[in-house]
């Protein structure tokens, strides 16, 4: 009986939103697993994007950094062509990239709506579309897009957000059903409250941690690396009949 593989030597990755946090920890992984990633975000004057990079050099592997609008078609398919003019093929796309907009849906700006919507909906679609159309050519491809628990439940503050998560949840699974003929899977994952700059505003508060923690099945908060092994199962043969899903990692929190 053969072991799942979870090997990507040989493999080329694009993951979006790579500057830190979620999507940090998943070009390492990846990198670690052998592929070679092009890091790519909206942020590149901080160094923080090409310290990544060079942390995947580090492991052995080739690495890209790209700075990128996701949201923005004509950007989304200069980056897409930079990734093949280095590595002449793409083999897997994490789409990650994001913003958080708190605000009740009375009271949210419509430019707000739209940033949001752009950044945390659009880009997935963009970036799918593009890398997708060089995997059909192909006949093989993974697709991993970063939803979060706030798909399937909200609360105050959290409507826009949610609202925009859910249709990433959609997103996967109707790519799946378009793609799949083609040899190219679409997954997701969907992240419980991670410990992130994304999420700083939360877990910096002790008090917080703690009731947080005590309401929680596994009763702490999630860490980036948490994140990483499902996101190198779904971009792996690992998951080779798995597609249209979505994987909750929240700790228990919608148990």
Not at 19 to 40: E, M, N, P, S, W
Not at 60 to 75: H, I, M, N, W
């Amino acid at each position: 009986m053969s072991m799942p593989d979870f090997s990507l030597n040989g493999e080329v990755v694009i993951v979006t939103g790579a500057r830190r946090g979620i999507g940090k920890a998943i070009a390492l992984t990846l990198a670690g697993a052998g592929a070679d990633v092009a890091v790519c975000d909206l942020v590149d004057d901080d160094g923080q994007l090409q310290a990544v990079a060079g942390e995947i050099e580090k492991l052995g592997r080739r690495s890209l950094p790209v700075k990128v609008d996701t949201s923005k078609r004509a950007e989304v398919e200069t980056m897409v062509q930079k990734v093949l003019d280095r590595f002449g093929q793409i083999d897997i796309l994490m789409n990650n990239a994001g913003i958080l907009i708190r605000s009740s849906l009375l009271d949210l700006p419509e430019e707000d709506w739209d940033r949001l919507m752009a950044v945390d909906l659009k880009s997935y679609y963009l970036c799918a579309q593009a890398v997708g159309r060089h995997m059909v050519e192909r006949k093989r491809g993974r697709i991993v897009n970063t939803a979060s628990q706030f798909a399937f439940r909200t609360m105050p503050g959290m409507g826009p957000y949610s609202i925009a998560k859910a249709g990433v949840v959609m997103l996967t699974r109707a790519l799946a059903q378009e793609l799949g003929k083609h040899g190219i899977r679409v997954n997701a994952i969907a992240p419980g409250l991670v410990k992130t700059e994304f999420s700083r505003e939360s877990w910096i508060n002790p008090d917080f941690v703690k009731q947080y923690s005590a309401q929680m099945p596994l009763g702490r908060m999630g860490e980036t690396t948490d994140l990483t092994g499902a996101a190198l199962f779904l971009a792996s043969d690992a998951s080779a009949y798995v597609t249209g899903h979505t994987i909750l990692i929240d700790g228990g929190a919608l148990a």
